[in-house]
């Protein structure tokens, strides 16, 4: 007969509703929720929020990736500027580099503006890279690192990027954390295996977590069209503060944002947004069109009463 036990992992500043689950015999925590992680499930959680469950900002980010030109960014910088934004909530885009005096000249300071990566110490003869001094002289505040575009074609591994993230931290550049398994991994039940591998190679190099946005984009989502289900958001959201709070801290674990990424659009982002564990997004091709990225940042309304 299967046992059935009951399944309530205590989170620091997380209100998780208690469920059943059947198991033939004891499990830990990561292998109850990494069984019940399916690529395409129906299955909705179970809980009741009245409030706002996260004191943390909400954070949008707008990766463009390798894409645009001055006739287009024009164009989507006026877009933006012209924009009703929900004010609490942190914005900020990372044009490809050569935009971004372009963007920083036009756009609105309401916006913050990120670089797509940055060298791994100060500058000097490192042919086509660019040094997170180069990036602050030109008004950049926030650097992404670890993106699966880096990991993956580049083949950036986990300590390279960590003491990146190091070096940027040190000179006043916040870090956007990229961290996320490929297809395959998860459906080997790998998700957590990696994210907290990746999730490790950050703590073990940086000097604190405070200018630190973690974002859980996995890699099968990523420009597929395929997106998260709340639920499997969530459950990976939570585990990663719950990872930060035993192997950081409980105040980093309940201060650290941590945002999803993986064809997040306007259609979405709503449902999205109402789980407790996800206090933003990173944004990517609907980054590009901007009334649609203005609805995913206007999403954290949906945050202040979920159903």
Not at 165 to 177: F, K, P, Q
Not at 210 to 233: D, H, R
Request: aromatic share 8%; with cysteine; proline share 3%.
């Amino acid at each position: 007969m299967a046992m059935v036990s009951t399944y309530c992992p205590q989170f620091t500043g997380l209100r998780r509703t208690c469920s059943k689950l059947e198991t033939s015999s004891p499990q830990s925590f990561s292998q109850h929720v990494t069984s019940h992680l399916r690529l395409f499930s129906s299955n909705k959680p179970s809980r009741s929020v009245v409030a706002m469950a996260s004191n943390n900002k909400f954070f949008v980010g707008g990766n463009w990736k390798c894409n645009g030109t001055k006739d287009s960014i024009t164009k989507l910088v006026s877009d933006l500027n012209n924009a009703k934004l929900e004010a609490d909530v942190d914005v900020v885009v990372s044009p490809p580099f050569v935009y971004i005096d372009q963007v920083k000249n036009l756009l609105t300071d309401r916006i913050e503006i990120s670089a797509q990566n940055s060298w791994v110490g100060k500058g000097g003869a490192f042919t086509g890279e660019i040094s997170v001094e180069q990036l602050k002289d030109i008004g950049c505040k926030w650097v992404i690192l670890g993106h699966s575009e880096r990991r993956h074609v580049i083949g950036e591994d986990d300590q390279f990027i960590g003491k990146k993230a190091a070096y940027a931290l040190s000179e006043s550049v916040g870090v956007i954390a990229c961290i996320g398994e490929k297809l395959e991994e998860r459906e080997a039940g790998k998700t957590f295996d990696v994210c907290f591998k990746q999730l490790k190679a950050f703590a073990d190099a940086v000097p604190s977590w405070e200018n630190i946005v973690v974002a859980y984009e996995p890699v099968w989502a990523i420009g597929t069209g395929k997106v998260a289900t709340p639920l499997q958001a969530q459950e990976v959201h939570a585990a990663v503060r719950d990872w930060l709070k035993t192997n950081v801290s409980a105040d980093v674990a309940s201060a650290t944002r941590i945002i999803y990424g993986g064809s997040v659009n306007g259609g979405n982002c709503a449902e999205l947004a109402k789980q407790e564990d996800i206090d933003g997004f990173l944004v990517g091709g609907a980054s590009l069109k901007g009334p649609e990225f203005a609805t995913i940042v206007n999403s954290v309304t949906s945050k202040k009463v979920a159903a």
